[in-house]
């Protein structure tokens, strides 16, 4: 009989915080715990998203916002645009996420410049085209990509 009481304690804990991750506001999570924020995400977009933002951050920073919607847009249709905001807000935020859920066959790629301004003159960058979902090819075999076109302002 303990131990029926103590798994029913413990899935009221559970079932409490898996309610309070979902309540945390995600817009407003500069001063929580990188831990928390993770495990928030974690609870409201489920970790295969949040593992195919975090493989692309380094990718979607130096994108223009509008571009970098797009992007998102495509790699998850299914989330609004808030959302998408929200999620890449706060996977971007993380110090260090591992990324081990992935093998480069089954890895998405945005394929962007390196940098967010023009090596010549330092003007910011801006869409050239919108972004294309490409194939590319590797040692391993082929994958899906996003390629974004931008140029000097």
Do not use: W
């Not at 970098?68 to 989330?79: A, D, N, T």
């Amino acid at each position: 009989m303990k131990l029926v009481d103590e798994e029913i304690s413990t899935e009221g804990i559970s079932t409490k915080l898996l309610e309070d991750f979902r309540v945390l506001n995600l817009k407003r999570v500069e001063h929580v715990s990188p831990d928390i924020v993770l495990c928030a995400v974690i609870v409201k977009f489920r970790l295969a998203l949040v593992c195919s933002i975090a493989r692309v951050v380094p990718s979607l920073r130096v994108l223009p916002i509008d571009v970098r919607r797009q992007v998102v847009k495509i790699l998850c249709p299914h989330v609004s645009e808030e959302d998408g905001d929200t999620l890449f807000q706060c996977v971007a935020s993380l110090p260090d996420f591992p990324n081990t859920t992935a093998t480069e066959s089954d890895a998405f790629h945005v394929f962007s410049p390196p940098c967010d301004r023009c090596v010549r003159c330092q003007s910011h960058l801006v869409r050239y085209n919108n972004p294309v979902e490409v194939d590319y090819y590797h040692l391993t075999g082929s994958s899906k990509g996003i390629k974004c076109s931008l140029k000097c302002s």
